[in-house]
């Protein structure tokens, strides 16, 4: 069974699959992995980019991925006021643990029950021509529906990499959890920083929704399934790190991809979160974390 | 001797007592005439099974209206009682023990899908209830509860019933297939249709080259279609939920899948918005359903039901055609409700008794079960799409597009073979 086109394009579909999840997990990384805040609610904005890209496609038949760029500011506005709700709730009395998680768990219900108010509970699909396309690099197969959500990630990650790394406020939003003193005794205010930090998150899953609506149709409670996978991603990644997220979210697809073509589908998720006990009982800190 | 005067109390007393006595039965029959019969359930209202469920929902408010419209049943209104079980198993028992002990309802009837309706099984059982359930394979098969009935068409033996169609199908075809993959996602329904897949390939002379299952959290199927083509089949069997079956179909395509059947048990294809989606894609998947627009399957009272479901669908966010769950979900009240008025009560027993002994007619017609509860005749159909255009709801009303392949009785079209050149 083992074959150089059968090896290829399990490589090649399991770093296009890593792709996107790279792009589910950014906003993760930034808020858990950086901000210490378990937003466990973060899949649930995911599938509201996917019915805003939706609502869009269907009624105007705009492309999916415009409407989730377009849609991300709002998104961020979003992120600010529930960072705003939380800080004045629980951070600043010192509740973010259990109450500050009990609180984003009510988050998601209420995102997802919204949905199903306004939207209905059917599955609900996007159309576009370039999504039935395929291409072929000899032996080695690249659907459009895969390659397109792949290469807005790739953009998206790098360039929100490039800024937290690179701008004043990108390297804020990564010392406000290293040493939130610190940072205020160099001028910059943690809470504004990090209420930022949220509303960028929070924008990263407009785009986010928009590719995972063009991979497969999507409904209220899709969200709960790539809860453990997002934050298994940002563990292995290492906290804090934006690199090591993007490898960890390669490495999972990877490892999926070659699981399900030689050795059985219902063992991926086993191999994949195998592969993140196995790399935190070597390195506890994940791949690339701060140790 | 009796005075007059007390003779005149103790008449008078009487007659006192009796007026009473006959108001107060009056008034209690009135009251208990008054009084609705309450029939609970739950219900896939959100989650993943929510977008057919709601659909059901719909139907079975309908047939409420329509019951109450005549006078209700055994001249009481009917009321249905209902909660969200979010197609999540775990809250089912404590739905129904709720039913039950609180809200006291008088009939239960079953959630949609087969893990939804085991988990109250054991409640129903417990009470002795008669149980119409609604689209669960081989439920019954563990538990041999003589009073449950499944309005699913899959037949006496529901595990093989279900896929033995595909099977014969490929057998009949030029050249004959010889090898079959069977591919299912890790959930109870499927699972089981992939047990019936292949006991039936392996009684019609089939090689079963490939064999697995994926966890329904599956994100890309290209992977699984590759090595279901590296393996080589001649017919690849499917047993998906609906996000499932709209990424084998895309990555069918992408793949390039060469082979001459594809499809088999894929959830998702019948419904109107994956349909529409998918358009093109479809074509030449022969896949289960229980009824589509075709000439063969024009029941008294189908195409009535079915506008006035278009009608209650409006705006609501489901399925706009309702072509799938609605119409069985119309029927199994049906057969609870003729069920309680031929018996004239509710008895259980008699009730049980009757829904074995009685064929049903119903908008998706004739309806008789077997002594386990499934149809004593299975119904299903193969179905095959032919010409499907792109992003065209219409056509899905319209016989042509689904053509049905078997039974033989309700055969409308011919096969086009093999799906893939």
């Known amino acids: 069974m083992l074959s150089v086109d059968l090896l290829s394009n399990a490589l090649v579909a399991g770093v296009l699959i890593g792709g996107f999840y790279a792009a589910v997990s950014i906003g993760l990384a930034i808020t858990f992995g950086q901000l210490d805040i378990v937003n466990i609610a973060h899949p649930a904005f995911v599938v509201v980019g996917s019915y805003i890209a939706w609502i869009l496609n269907s ?15 709002v998104f961020y506005f979003v992120g600010v006021l529930i960072y705003r709700v939380y800080y004045l709730a629980f951070e600043r009395t010192g509740q973010e643990s259990l109450s500050g998680l009990a609180f984003f768990f009510g988050v998601m219900f209420i995102v997802e029950v919204s949905l199903v108010l306004v939207y209905g509970v059917d599955y609900r699909l996007v159309s576009a021509a370039y999504l ?22 790739s953009v998206m990650t790098a360039a929100v990499w490039l800024y937290l790394s690179r701008t004043f406020t990108g390297r804020a939003i990564l010392a406000v959890a290293q040493d939130r003193l610190a940072l205020q005794l160099m001028g910059a205010d943690p809470v504004r920083v990090k209420q930022f930090a949220f509303g960028l998150a929070i924008a990263t899953t407009s785009v986010a929704g928009s590719l995972l609506i063009m991979i497969g149709p999507v409904e209220p409670s899709l969200g709960r399934a790539y809860i453990g996978r997002a934050f298994a991603i940002v563990v292995l990644g290492g906290m804090g790190s934006i690199p090591g997220m993007v490898i960890a979210a390669l ?15 219902s063992w991926a998720p086993a191999v994949s979160f195998g592969v993140l006990l196995l790399t935190l009982a070597v390195r506890p800190s994940g791949l690339f974390g701060r140790s | 001797m009796i005075k007059r005067r007390s003779f005149m109390r103790a008449s008078l007393a009487s007659g006192v007592i009796a007026i009473a006595l006959v108001s107060g039965s009056l008034v209690s029959t009135a009251a208990q005439a008054a009084k609705p019969i309450k029939i609970g359930f739950s219900m896939a209202l959100t989650g993943g099974l929510a977008g057919a469920g ?24 009917v009321e249905l009682v209902y909660y969200d079980d979010a197609t999540n198993p775990a809250t089912v028992p404590g739905i129904y023990t709720k039913l039950l002990d609180v809200d006291k309802v008088d009939l239960v009837v079953s959630s949609y899908g087969t893990n939804e309706i085991a988990p109250a099984m054991p409640i129903v059982m417990r009470k002795k209830l008669v149980f119409p359930s609604l689209f669960g394979l081989a439920v019954n098969d563990e538990f041999n509860y003589d009073r449950y009935f499944q309005i699913m068409p899959a037949g006496p033996e529901p595990k093989l019933d279900w896929s033995r169609g ?33 006991a039936n390939a392996k009684a019609l002379g089939f090689d079963v080259v490939y064999d697995k299952t994926f966890p329904p959290s ?71 359903h229980f009824w589509v627009p075709a000439p063969t399957l024009d029941f008294p009272g189908i195409n009535e039901f079915l506008k006035k479901y278009e009608e209650a669908a409006k705006g609501k966010g489901v399925d706009p055609l309702g072509q799938y769950l609605p119409p069985y979900a119309y029927a199994y009240m049906q057969v609870l409700g003729d069920s309680v008025e031929a018996t004239k009560g509710l008895n259980q027993a008699k009730l049980a008794a009757y829904m074995h002994s009685h064929t049903f007619d119903t908008v998706v017609g004739k309806v008789k079960f077997a ?29 042509g597009t689904q053509v049905v392949l078997y039974p033989p009785q309700w055969k409308s079209g011919k096969m086009a073979y093999p799906y893939s050149e």
């Open chain 2, 54 to 77: 709601k659909a059901a929902l719909i139907a079975m408010e309908i047939w409420r209206d329509d019951i109450n419209k005549k006078g209700g049943l055994l001249g009481r209104p």
């Open chain 1, 59 to 73: 009624r105007l038949g705009w492309d999916p991925v415009l409407v989730g760029i377009l849609a991300a500011p």
């Open chain 1, 132 to 153: 039935e396309k395929n291409f072929n690099l000899g032996f080695v197969g690249l659907p459009l529906r895969l390659v397109v959500p792949f290469l807005v990630a």
């Open chain 2, 218 to 288: 599956t994100t890309d199927y290209t992977p699984i279609v590759r090595a279901i083509q590296a393996a080589n089949p001649d017919i690849v069997y499917v047993a998906t939920y609906p996000p499932q079956s709209v990424g084998m179909v895309k990555a069918a395509h992408e793949v390039g899948l060469k082979v001459k059947m594809f499809g088999g048990c894929m959830v998702g294809l019948q419904f109107a918005a994956i349909q529409q989606n998918l358009g093109p894609l479809l074509d030449n998947i022969v896949n289960y």
């Open chain 2, 166 to 198: 595909y099977f014969q199908l490929a057998k009949e075809q030029t050249p004959r297939p010889k090898t079959v993959a069977i591919i299912a996602a890790d959930a109870e329904f499927a699972l089981n249709a992939a047990a019936g897949a292949r």
């Open chain 2, 371 to 399: 002594k386990n509860g499934e149809w004593a005749k299975t119904r299903v159909l193969q179905v095959q799409f032919r010409n499907v255009k792109p992003n065209d709801l219409e056509q899905f009303r319209d016989p």
């Open chain 1, 251 to 265: 490495l999972i697809g990877v490892v999926e991809s070659f699981v399900s073509t030689f050795a059985g589908p």
